[in-house]
């Protein structure tokens, strides 16, 4: 699987270069892509061997010569960065949704391959993916089914995530850009959900260890939060606290915007308990 998504993020970086206020780290990367630092080395490598990027003695990326041109088409319909091609969104897309339904029955391999119009190799090497994000559980001999989720999970999650994040904007705090930061503002104009703003503060914080903690243990509530907001029409509500949180980052504001963020991680516990009450009662 880690050789599929370094190929998507290679194409991806061809198609989609990072703006020039964007770092070109591996740590940058792998939080643009919400993945682990192994794809990005791959993905970096094969770069660099094409001549779209290069690597000084110092060890840093710098864009080659070839950077931005020759570009590949990139297909939008899968939502986000992370994910190859469309099947692998709507295998993880089925997978939370019976997670957040509690659905605790094993996948049939065999059904799930053939509508998603793959192999069983594929499938198998993908949920080993989505195991490692936390997406799903092997039983041996019984096979793969979604990850049981309830409340106090999330809470141990939001209580990590907080106290990491905090952490985050702390080290990122002397090097946020503020033409990034109007810009992550205007992404969350009205009901216009952008949660870019997240991984923003994760790479300017510039940790490989903060990275990696996020792409690891993180992917599969990031996933689980995405989709809560706007089936709860919570939208509009997570895209104000985005703007106050931004507004407090413009004005300098650090302990404002500390306590915003802190705000705003603790209030999508309710957004999640809305969302389980709403499907397990059409259950």
């Known amino acids: 699987m880690s050789k599929t998504l370094s ?5 991806d970086l061809r198609a989609n270069p990072p703006v020039s206020e964007e770092p070109l780290t591996l740590a940058a990367l792998a939080t643009r892509y919400s993945v682990s630092l192994t794809p990005v080395r791959q993905a970096v490598r094969e770069l660099i061997e094409l001549g779209f990027l290069t690597k000084s003695a110092t060890g840093r990326i710098h864009p080659g010569p070839s950077f931005g041109k020759g570009r590949v088409q990139r297909n939008n319909e899968a939502g986000g960065f992370g994910w190859a091609r469309d099947w692998e969104a709507e295998l993880r897309t089925d997978i939370l949704q019976r997670s957040l339904r509690g659905d605790q029955e094993f996948l049939r391999e065999e059904a799930l391959a053939e509508r998603l119009e793959i192999g069983r190799t594929v ?3 993908a949920l080993h993916q989505l195991a490692g994000q936390g997406f799903v559980e092997h039983v041996p001999r019984c096979g793969w089914r ?3 989720l309830t409340l106090s999970a999330v809470e141990d999650w939001l209580l990590v995530r907080e106290r990491l994040e905090l952490l985050a904007l702390e080290q990122a705090w002397p090097h946020l850009d503020p033409t990034v930061l109007v810009r992550l503002r205007d992404g969350n104009e009205g009901a216009q959900l952008d949660n870019n703003l997240h991984r923003y503060l994760i790479a300017a914080a510039n940790s490989p260890l903060l990275t990696q903690l996020f792409a690891q243990h993180g992917a599969y509530f990031t ?9 709860t029409k919570m939208e509009d509500a997570m895209a104000a606290q985005h703007r106050a949180i931004l ?37």
């Open 7 to 11: 190929k998507f993020i290679a194409d």
């Open 123 to 125: 499938l198998r090497q």
């Open 146 to 148: 979604a990850r049981e």
């Open 223 to 231: 996933a689980l939060f995405d989709h809560a907001a706007p089936e």
């Open 247 to 283: 507004d407090a980052l413009l004005e300098r504001d650090l302990d404002r915007a500390a306590a915003t963020l802190s705000a705003h991680i603790r209030a999508q516990r309710r957004i999640v308990e809305k969302l389980l009450g709403q499907l397990r009662a059409q259950s």
